[in-house]
């Protein structure tokens, strides 16, 4: 009996983690206890009646990321590890900046719908579908525009205006994550065999060898 409820409950469990990204929360809030000795999906809670106003605060998103780097944008994450008040709640904030032809270089959120808007300058951003389509869907935002990347989806942004760029973005995940496709598959730790990457993209060692040794920064 006891193990066909567990049966149960893990089936419950697994189609649950089919329909969302994060877990709906089981209370009204979990505030992130990040030193605690306790493993768990997402982080373990301190007790509530220990929470206040400042888990669920963070302060300086209006200031500027700095933009001195290759790909000429950075972005500020808010999300469960500066809040820890998020933890179960499912949503995470950024700000990206963009120098002018700044670029956040192609990446995906394995946990998130992004929604972004853009609060200055002109966005040139687009999204890949996935196979055997890989349909490119592109389009230029102006300032109090929004647009929608899906989760999982390969996605990018330029600054497609004179000066500089800022967007404000929501993700649906507490830690949505970052895969950036250029680090990961050129800049992996340790890096991946000369022989998978030469198949894998049709292209002599020395390409590949000359794409491992760039320096792949995470903006
Ligand atoms: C921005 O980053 C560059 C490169 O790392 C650094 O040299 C510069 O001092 C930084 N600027 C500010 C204002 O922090």
Same mark, same amino acid.
């Given at each position: 009996? =006891?193990?066909?409820?567990?049966?149960?409950?893990?089936?419950?469990?697994?189609?649950?983690?089919?329909?969302?990204?994060?877990?709906?929360?089981?209370?009204? +809030?979990?505030?992130?206890?990040?030193?605690? /000795?306790?493993?768990?999906?997402?982080?373990?809670?301190?007790? /509530?009646?220990?929470?206040?106003?400042?888990?669920?605060? +963070?302060?300086?998103?209006?200031?500027?990321?700095?933009?001195?780097?290759?790909?000429?944008?950075?972005?500020?994450?808010?999300?469960? =590890?500066?809040?820890?008040?998020?933890?179960?709640?499912?949503?995470?904030?950024?700000?990206?900046?963009?120098?002018?032809?700044?670029?956040?270089?192609?990446?995906?959120?394995?946990?998130?719908?992004?929604?972004?808007?853009?609060?200055?300058?002109?966005?040139?951003?687009?999204?890949?579908?996935?196979? /055997?389509?890989?349909?490119?869907?592109?389009?230029?935002?102006?300032?109090?525009?929004?647009?929608?990347? /899906?989760?999982?989806?390969?996605?990018?942004?330029?600054?497609?205006?004179?000066?500089?760029?800022?967007?404000?973005?929501?993700?649906?995940?507490?830690?949505?994550?970052?895969?950036?496709?250029?680090?990961?598959?050129?800049?992996?730790?340790?890096?991946?065999?000369?022989?998978?990457?030469?198949?894998?993209?049709?292209?002599?060692?020395?390409?590949?060898?000359?794409?491992?040794?760039?320096?792949?920064?995470?903006?």
């Amino acid at each position: 009996m =006891a193990t066909s409820f567990l049966i149960l409950a893990v089936f419950a469990l697994t189609c649950s983690l089919g329909i969302a990204s994060d877990h709906g929360p089981l209370q009204d +809030f979990c505030v992130a206890m990040p030193n605690s /000795p306790v493993i768990v999906n997402g982080v373990a809670c301190k007790d /509530p009646k220990l929470a206040h106003a400042n888990d669920f605060f +963070f302060s300086g998103l209006n200031k500027p990321g700095n933009t001195s780097n290759p790909v000429g944008s950075r972005v500020t994450p808010v999300n469960v =590890a500066k809040i820890p008040g998020l933890n179960t709640l499912g949503i995470s904030m950024v700000r990206i900046d963009f120098a002018p032809w700044g670029i956040n270089p192609p990446h995906t959120h394995p946990r998130a719908t992004e929604i972004l808007t853009v609060l200055e300058g002109t966005l040139y951003v687009g999204f890949v579908t996935s196979n /055997p389509d890989n349909r490119l869907i592109t389009k230029v935002l102006q300032k109090g525009d929004v647009f929608v990347f /899906p989760e999982g989806l390969i996605h990018f942004q330029r600054n497609a205006g004179y000066g500089n760029a800022i967007a404000i973005a929501a993700l649906s995940s507490q830690n949505p994550g970052v895969i950036t496709i250029a680090n990961a598959v050129f800049g992996s730790n340790a890096p991946i065999s000369d022989d998978v990457l030469v198949k894998a993209f049709q292209v002599d060692k020395n390409v590949v060898d000359y794409l491992q040794s760039q320096f792949w920064m995470s903006n």
